[in-house]
């Protein structure tokens, strides 16, 4: 009985999807459940498993086709057995005999399948040509993971380079490479630009004495390891102190719906985590219930994911507010852009020491900058500044955002 392979319903903020990969061709053996081919959207990359076993008897859309929901890609022969080639049963000349058995001692190596890929793997995997048998893997249990095959294919391009006295015999050249843009990274633009022409944004500023915050993870951050098996870091303090701050400040938690707005009675917060294929933002659901280790330990789980391609669209769906760290590769100051249809992000930065003068005194401390850009037809500056400032007090006070204050 055929079986038609069809794309997934698609949520309604994702519109279409690209052909990735196949990873089976007309006439393979196919298991229920194996995946067949995946799927590039603007935000994951999807899996589209096998509906039963069998044989995939066609491919109606090839890598590179754009298809909307419940299209249908392939078509399965439930049940079917793949067909062994024909052996030549044709006489051969005495002469040709002994060629015949040496090519018959011969043995092809099996092509390399490794269904302990991820999506991100396997795509790396299939365009640099690499076999993940040769590859060490350094994920849990030996795991080889997408980091693997990106190492391993840029050692392949070093040692396959030609030495600096070849590259010496072309001065001048120049060299450019034209490469389309991936589907994440056009909606990326996309999404950007809709945001700079579509909602009137404006930047605020302010800065942080980091110093309690400093002392605190040094105090207490050994112990809150071996309690909790994560490490303490900057972003919890700061997921903390915007949810108390959003209950107080409701208006920057709201988003755009036309001409109404929605006012949120929780707090979702997207944490923009950079991967190669763009930056993405997971969602921290109901943040102001999450501890200080719950916190911690799902934006590591989202890191994770996000290396490995892992990242589902429920893990990217919603958010009423953002928070990006563009200090984690050494910016000082920015300005970030609100993610429709939210009307606030706040952007964290680089931590220097300067120096302060506090209680009369000039002293140094470990000092951030920190901005919230936001959408103005919701939020008034007065309310944009007093969430700033609500911030920096929590930051500067640390125990204030451990009693709700």
Known sequence: MSIEVKVPVLPESVSDATIATWHKKPGDSVKRDENLVDLETDKVVLEVPAPADGVLKEIRHEAGDTVNSEDVIGVLEEGAAAEAPKADTKEQPAHAAPAKAEKSQTKTAPAPSD????????????????????????????????????????????????????????????????????????????????????????TSSNEVNLSKVVAMRKQLGEQFEKTHGIKLGFMSFFVKAACEALKRHPVVNASADGNDIIYHGYQDISIAVATDRGLVTPVLRDAQDMG??????????????????????????????????????????????????????????????????????????????????????????????????????QLENPHRMLLGL
Do not use: C, W
């Open 292 to 393: 200080f280790a719950d916190i911690e330990k799902a934006i590591a789980a989202f890191a994770k994911k996000a290396r490995e391609g892992g990242l589902t669209l429920d893990d990217l769906q919603g958010g009423t507010f953002t928070i990006t760290n563009g200090g984690t590769f050494g910016s000082l100051f920015s300005t970030p852009i609100v993610n429709p249809p939210q009307s606030g992000i706040l952007g964290m930065h680089t931590i220097k020491e300067r120096a302060i003068v506090e209680n009369g005194q000039v002293v140094a401390a470990p000092m951030m900058y920190i901005a919230i850009s936001y959408d103005h037809r919701i939020v008034d500056g007065k309310d944009a500044v007093l969430f700033l400032v609500d911030i920096k007090n």
């Open 115 to 202: 269904d302990s890929l991820s999506p991100a793997g396997r795509r790396v995997a299939a365009e640099e040509k690499i076999d993940p048998s040769q590859v060490a893997g350094t994920g849990r249990g030996g795991r080889v993971t997408k980091e693997d095959l990106v190492n391993y294919s840029k050692d392949e391009k070093r040692a396959a380079a030609p030495a600096p006295a070849a590259r010496a015999a072309t001065p001048g050249a120049r060299p450019e490479e034209r490469v389309p843009m991936t589907r994440m990274r056009a909606r990326i633009a996309e999404r950007l630009m809709q945001s700079k022409n579509s909602i009137a944004m404006l």
